[in-house]
């Protein structure tokens, strides 16, 4: 652990003098059109993957949640159940939550989707998504829009800042009408009250910086059941099925 932190203290360091590090127009221009085709070159493989596999429901949650956690379990269980009703699964495709989620998805028989995010630690593909379905990116936002463009519902788990970002991304992008108002849940009341608490009564009622309404973007569930159940009560409204 202490190697690790080492490690990690000296890569910042590292991108810090990078950062600042006087580079001439050549060699900027050089590199910012290498990264315009490796962006390019990413949207066009996950668009081309994703086009075949067809939207999903997206599971979220903590990378660090170990097997033996009951978010771990009940992540997996509803999965399980997603998959039993006909819907397939997209995870981040790394361990903990994501991990839980494709074994569900995978246990079930039904689609398992892994949207993997190479970091220089700690994120590994785990072995319960579909072969054809493991997708690799570097970049972040290449990766969220694949999460936003081809999921038709949203279940959060425990996490960390990860998991507040894509939280985040699909309610604003909900909001902003940017995209369908598909359904987001929140698993685990106990976790996420505080935060629903500080959104509702000081992000919008002492500053009134999101409309009150806006709240309703976001249900809380804390069983397997009441997760899928909100997700079929969105497909049912709209005369939807599932795409599998």
């Known amino acids: 652990m202490a190697t690790k932190k080492i490690d990690l203290e000296q ?18 221009k050089a590199n910012d059109s290498w990264a315009i085709f490796k962006i390019m070159s990413e949207f066009v493989e996950g668009f081309e993957a ?8 997206s599971i979220f949650g903590s990378a660090r949640t170990k097997p033996d956690a009951p978010e771990y379990k009940l992540a997996e269980e509803i999965a399980f159940q997603l998959t039993g009703n006909g819907y397939g699964v997209i995870t981040g495709g790394g361990p903990g939550i994501m991990e839980a989620g494709n074994k569900g998805a995978q246990r079930g028989g039904g689609t398992s989707v892994g949207l993997n995010i190479e970091l220089p630690f700690e994120q590994q593909p785990n072995p ?6 493991s997708i690799d990116f570097d970049y972040f ?15 959060v788990l425990p996490g960390g800042f990860g998991t507040l970002d894509e939280l985040f991304e699909a309610l604003t992008l909900i909001q902003t009408q940017k995209i369908g108002r598909f359904p987001i849940i929140l698993v685990g009341r106990k976790y996420w009250q505080g935060l629903l608490d500080w959104v509702r009564d000081t992000m ?21 059941e009441e997760a899928v159940a909100a997700i079929n009560a969105f497909y049912s409204k709209y005369m939807l099925k599932p795409n599998f």
């Open 128 to 133: 319960y998504i579909d072969k054809e379905k």
């Open 141 to 155: 936002f290449v990766r969220k829009v694949m999460f936003i463009k081809y999921s038709q519902g949203f279940i």
């Open 50 to 57: 994703m086009q075949r596999i067809r939207p999903c429901v």
């Open 11 to 28: 890569e910042s360091e590292r991108r810090i003098k990078k950062a600042f590090k006087r580079k001439g127009w050549s060699e900027v």
């Open 204 to 224: 919008g009622g002492q500053y009134a910086y999101i409309n009150m309404p806006d709240m309703e973007l976001i249900s809380v569930v804390d069983k397997p």
